[in-house]
């Protein structure tokens, strides 16, 4: 149930009707894809670290017990720029909650299709 990815590794904690609750590790200057999704909110809850988080435009450093709401269809972005490792705790909600609905615009790892 943990799924590695170049940034870090999340693990699915629970999952419900239109609802999936996930942990999700970045690694030490971990970048997560510039990205969108068509069918799901999420809402992050800072656990550990000081993420940067990009909302559209908007760029927020976060800190731990801070949490973002990440409406549908808005481009989105986690990047921990530290030298610890960042943890959020992640509540998606939505119709859709499955990885194929990621559109990246921005990707260090080369995964942009």
Known sequence: NIHYRPWGKFTNLFTGKEF???E?????QGILSLQKHNHRSEHW???KGRPLITL?????????????FIPVKSKH?????????????????????????I???KDIYGRIK
């Open 77 to 101: 972005r986690i990047e921990n720029l530290e030298n610890k490792s960042v943890k959020i705790i992640e509540a998606q909600i939505g119709s859709l909650l499955k990885e194929t609905d």
């Open 56 to 68: 559209n435009q908007k760029r927020f450093l976060m800190r731990q017990n801070e949490h973002i």
């Open 20 to 22: 999936l609750i996930k």
């Open 45 to 47: 809850y800072i656990a």
């Open 103 to 105: 559109i990246r615009y």
């Open 24 to 28: 999700l590790h970045i690694n030490p």
